[in-house]
């Protein structure tokens, strides 16, 4: 049997098209990068501000956008960690992230670090909707806040992108997502 895609989606807002919310996300993506882009010397790159980043992506229409889930899923033919493990895991990844923080020294490292963190934050809590986006959100604060070249990844494919973190997962090879920017 196949799956159908939903053409509806309940919303906080009413039950809607997926093209208008699909609109709406537009309109917030952009709202986020304007303040991405005013605030990013402010901003931490920490767990704090991708949920921030989240909220803002998508809190006038869900009311739980950016709560952890509570079940547990699968994504294609991955199976992520337990639902009551999430909190624990973006804990640890905070931690990671602080001290692996402290050994970054040349580009190269950067670019090492920042596909680690956007696998790892994908693999502790992939949904189809809205966490790629958000990552990719945090993956550009990430970017200014290190004078790294934004444009390229801006013309990044949602499918180049979904490809090398499928990879990612798979091999634990990340070289894919570092050649997207």
């Known amino acids: 049997m196949s799956k159908t895609e939903p053409t509806f989606r309940e919303t906080k ?3 809607l098209p997926i093209e208008m919310i699909e609109n709406i ?11 991405i882009f005013e605030n990013y010397n402010n901003l931490d790159f920490n767990i704090d501000t991708l949920f921030l980043l989240h909220k803002m992506l998508c809190e006038n229409i869900y ?3 950016w ?14 960690i337990d639902f009551f493990k999430v909190p624990i895991e973006l804990k640890n990844l905070e931690e990671d992230i ?3 923080q402290k050994y970054i020294k040349s580009m190269q490292d950067k670019k090492e670090f920042l596909a680690y963190v956007m696998w790892k934050i994908l ?6 909707d809205y966490n790629g986006r958000v990552t990719r959100l945090f993956w550009e604060l990430f ?17 180049n992108f979904i490809s090398a973190m499928k990879k990612a997962t798979d091999e634990y090879i990340f070289d894919d997502i570092i050649k997207l920017f």
Not at 150 to 159: D, H
Request: charged share 20%; no cysteine; aromatic share 18%.
């Open 13 to 15: 807002l009413w039950v």
């Open 25 to 35: 996300i537009f309109d917030n993506i952009i709202l986020v990068k304007s303040y």
């Open 63 to 65: 009311n739980d956008a």
């Open 67 to 80: 709560i952890h889930r509570r079940h547990n899923v699968t994504i294609w033919s991955f199976e992520p």
């Open 98 to 100: 602080l001290e692996r």
């Open 123 to 128: 693999w502790i809590h992939p949904f189809f």
């Open 143 to 159: 970017l200014l806040k290190n004078n790294m070249n934004l444009t390229t990844f801006e013309w990044t494919s949602r499918n």
